[in-house]
C-alpha cells in the first residue's frame, strides 16, 4: 500500500499561487483498489508527472465543494471510466458535491456520476464493500457539508480529517486510525476559523494515537514557517510519528508494520507526460532525469528512505524520531529546503493575504448568489450514457 501526495498545498492563496501543487493525494494498492482523494487543481497533471494512471483508480473522493478539493474530479473520473464509455469505479463525497448545498456546489455534474456508482458521505455514516469499509467523518467547515473518512481493511485503518475546525469531538470520528492524514493549515497557535493549526493537530494526535501522523494542505502562513519543524513539535509533544508531507511524497506502508514505512521523493521535475506510466518500475521511474540541468542537481533526491530502525516495539522513540525529522537522509532534506526557498520568497509578497479560510469567500458568493451556475446542465447526456451502458461496478456490497 503507498499513500503519494500529488499536491500539499491548501487554502485559497497557496492554491492560486501554486506556491505548492494541489492535486490531493493517491491511496493505491488498498485491497486491491486505487482512490484519489480530494483532486484539486492539477491533479490529473500530477498524476502523469508522477507516474500514477488516473485510468487505474477505482474511486475517488471529494470532501467539499471547495475547488481545491474537487476541481479536477470531474476530468478524473472521465479518466477512470475511459472518457465515460466505461461503468467502474465509485464517486464518494460531501452532500454539496454531487447536489449542492446552499451556496456550495454542486462539484460534479450528474453526467459525471452517470458511470460508476455514487456515495453520499456524512458524519458516520458507513458503507460496506467486500474487503473494506469507509465512513465519513465529521467536520466543521466553510462548507457545511464538508466530510473527512476513515477507510478500514482488516488489517489497516486510515483516516483523513479534511478541512475542519478542532472540535472537542472530532478524535472519536478517527479513532482506530492507524494512518491520520490531517489538512493543517497554519503553522504554530495561528487558529484560523475551520481549519485547524498545529497546536490543533498536537491534540488531535495525542488524542487518536495513530502510528503515523501526516499534515498537508498547507497554507501561506504555514509555508512561511517550516512545515517539517512542525511535525517536529508534533512528533516531540505526542511521541508519535509525523510527516510534513510535500509534492511528491511517497509513504510505502506494510499493513502489518506500519510503524516501518518508507517515504521516497518522486523528482518533481518531470515532464508531465503520460510516457511517465510506461517507464518500467518504481525505481527506474524515481531516478528518470529532469531535462532541466539546473534545477537538476539535486539528483539524488530520488534516492529512497529506509527506515533503518526495525524495532519499533522497543524503540518508537527513536525510530519515529528519524522519519520525523529526515534529518538522517539529506536527499529528502534538499527536496525540502528547495520547497522552503521558493515559500520563503513568495511569502513576502503576500503578507496580506493572510486569511486562508473561505469567510470572505462566503461573503461574496452570497452577494453573486445569481451568478452561480449549476452543473446540472449536462443532465441530457447523462440520460444518453445511461441508455447506452450498463452497470457493472466490481464492489460487492456486505450491508
Ligand atoms: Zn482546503
Ligand atoms: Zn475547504
Same mark, same amino acid.
Given at each position: 500500500m503507498k499513500i503519494t501526495f500529488l499536491g500539499t498545498g491548501g487554502g485559497r492563496f497557496t492554491t492560486i499561487s501554486q506556491k505548492r501543487m494541489t492535486g490531493g493525494f493517491r491511496i493505491d494498492s488498498f485491497n486491491g483498489k486505487n482512490f484519489h482523494i480530494d483532486?484539486?487543481?492539477g491533479a490529473l497533471v500530477r498524476s502523469y508527472q508522477f507516474g #500514477? !494512471?488516473?485510468? +487505474? #483508480?477505482?474511486g475517488i473522493f471529494v470532501s467539499h465543494s471547495h475547488t481545491d478539493h474537487y476541481n479536477d474530479a470531474e476530468v478524473l473520473i472521465e479518466a477512470m471510466t475511459r472518457g465515460m464509455t466505461k461503468t467502474k469505479g465509485i464517486v464518494m463525497g460531501s452532500q454539496s458535491v454531487f447536489n449542492g448545498y446552499k451556496q456550495w456546489g454542486?462539484?460534479?455534474s450528474k453526467y459525471h456520476t452517470g458511470q460508476s456508482e455514487k456515495l453520499v458521505l456524512g458524519p458516520n455514516k458507513t458503507k460496506n464493500f467486500e474487503n473494506f469499509t469507509i465512513k465519513g467523518t465529521k467536520t466543521v467547515h466553510g462548507d457545511p457539508t464538508a466530510v473527512g473518512f476513515q477507510l478500514k481493511s482488516n488489517d489497516l485503518v486510515i483516516s483523513y480529517t479534511s478541512d475542519t475546525k478542532y472540535f472537542e469531538n472530532l478524535y472519536k470520528y478517527h479513532k482506530g486510525s492507524d494512518i491520520l492524514i490531517a &489538512?493543517?493549515?497554519?503553522?504554530?497557535?495561528?487558529t484560523i476559523k475551520g481549519h485547524m493549526c498545529t497546536r490543533n493537530f498536537i491534540n488531535l494526535v495525542n488524542e487518536v494515537k495513530p502510528k503515523l501522523a501526516i499534515m498537508t494542505h498547507f497554507g501561506f502562513k504555514m509555508l512561511s514557517e517550516n512545515p517539517n519543524d512542525e511535525a517536529k513539535r508534533v512528533f516531540n509533544e505526542t511521541g508519535i510519528a509525523t510527516l510534513a508531507a510535500f509534492d511528491g511524497m511517497v509513504v510505502s506502508i506494510n499493513p502489518n508494520n506500519v510503524s516501518n514505512f518508507k517515504v521516497d521523493a518522486i523528482?518533481?521535475?518531470?515532464?508531465?507526460?503520460?510516457s511517465n506510466l510506461n517507464s518500467g518500475n518504481k525505481e527506474s521511474k524515481y531516478n /528518470?532525469? +529532469? $531535462? !532541466? !540541468?539546473k534545477i537538476n542537481n $539535486? &539528483?539524488? *533526491?530520488?534516492k529512497s528512505y529506509n527506515n533503518?530502525? $526495525?524495532? *519499533? /516495539? *522497543?524503540?518508537t522513540k527513536t525510530n519515529t524520531n528519524t522519519n520525523t525529522n529526515t534529518n538522517n537522509n539529506p536527499n529528502i532534506n534538499n527536496t525540502h529546503n528547495e520547497n522552503n526557498n521558493r515559500d520563503n520568497k513568495s511569502n513576502k509578497d503576500n503578507?496580506?493575504? !493572510?486569511?486562508?479560510?473561505?469567510d470572505k469567500e462566503n461573503k461574496k458568493n452570497k452577494k453573486n448568489k445569481k451568478a452561480f451556475v449549476s452543473k446540472d446542465k449536462q443532465t441530457s447526456l447523462n440520460s444518453i450514457s445511461k441508455n447506452t451502458f450498463t452497470k457493472d461496478f466490481s464492489y460487492s456490497k456486505k450491508g
Amino acid at each position: 500500500m503507498k499513500i503519494t501526495f500529488l499536491g500539499t498545498g491548501g487554502g485559497r492563496f497557496t492554491t492560486i499561487s501554486q506556491k505548492r501543487m494541489t492535486g490531493g493525494f493517491r491511496i493505491d494498492s488498498f485491497n486491491g483498489k486505487n482512490f484519489h482523494i480530494d483532486p484539486g487543481p492539477g491533479a490529473l497533471v500530477r498524476s502523469y508527472q508522477f507516474g #500514477l !494512471n488516473p485510468a +487505474s #483508480l477505482d474511486g475517488i473522493f471529494v470532501s467539499h465543494s471547495h475547488t481545491d478539493h474537487y476541481n479536477d474530479a470531474e476530468v478524473l473520473i472521465e479518466a477512470m471510466t475511459r472518457g465515460m464509455t466505461k461503468t467502474k469505479g465509485i464517486v464518494m463525497g460531501s452532500q454539496s458535491v454531487f447536489n449542492g448545498y446552499k451556496q456550495w456546489g454542486p462539484a460534479i455534474s450528474k453526467y459525471h456520476t452517470g458511470q460508476s456508482e455514487k456515495l453520499v458521505l456524512g458524519p458516520n455514516k458507513t458503507k460496506n464493500f467486500e474487503n473494506f469499509t469507509i465512513k465519513g467523518t465529521k467536520t466543521v467547515h466553510g462548507d457545511p457539508t464538508a466530510v473527512g473518512f476513515q477507510l478500514k481493511s482488516n488489517d489497516l485503518v486510515i483516516s483523513y480529517t479534511s478541512d475542519t475546525k478542532y472540535f472537542e469531538n472530532l478524535y472519536k470520528y478517527h479513532k482506530g486510525s492507524d494512518i491520520l492524514i490531517a &489538512s493543517v493549515i497554519r503553522p504554530g497557535n495561528q487558529t484560523i476559523k475551520g481549519h485547524m493549526c498545529t497546536r490543533n493537530f498536537i491534540n488531535l494526535v495525542n488524542e487518536v494515537k495513530p502510528k503515523l501522523a501526516i499534515m498537508t494542505h498547507f497554507g501561506f502562513k504555514m509555508l512561511s514557517e517550516n512545515p517539517n519543524d512542525e511535525a517536529k513539535r508534533v512528533f516531540n509533544e505526542t511521541g508519535i510519528a509525523t510527516l510534513a508531507a510535500f509534492d511528491g511524497m511517497v509513504v510505502s506502508i506494510n499493513p502489518n508494520n506500519v510503524s516501518n514505512f518508507k517515504v521516497d521523493a518522486i523528482d518533481k521535475n518531470i515532464e508531465y507526460h503520460e510516457s511517465n506510466l510506461n517507464s518500467g518500475n518504481k525505481e527506474s521511474k524515481y531516478n /528518470k532525469k +529532469s $531535462k !532541466n !540541468n539546473k534545477i537538476n542537481n $539535486k &539528483s539524488n *533526491t530520488f534516492k529512497s528512505y529506509n527506515n533503518p530502525n $526495525k524495532n *519499533t /516495539k *522497543t524503540n518508537t522513540k527513536t525510530n519515529t524520531n528519524t522519519n520525523t525529522n529526515t534529518n538522517n537522509n539529506p536527499n529528502i532534506n534538499n527536496t525540502h529546503n528547495e520547497n522552503n526557498n521558493r515559500d520563503n520568497k513568495s511569502n513576502k509578497d503576500n503578507k496580506d493575504n !493572510n486569511n486562508d479560510d473561505n469567510d470572505k469567500e462566503n461573503k461574496k458568493n452570497k452577494k453573486n448568489k445569481k451568478a452561480f451556475v449549476s452543473k446540472d446542465k449536462q443532465t441530457s447526456l447523462n440520460s444518453i450514457s445511461k441508455n447506452t451502458f450498463t452497470k457493472d461496478f466490481s464492489y460487492s456490497k456486505k450491508g
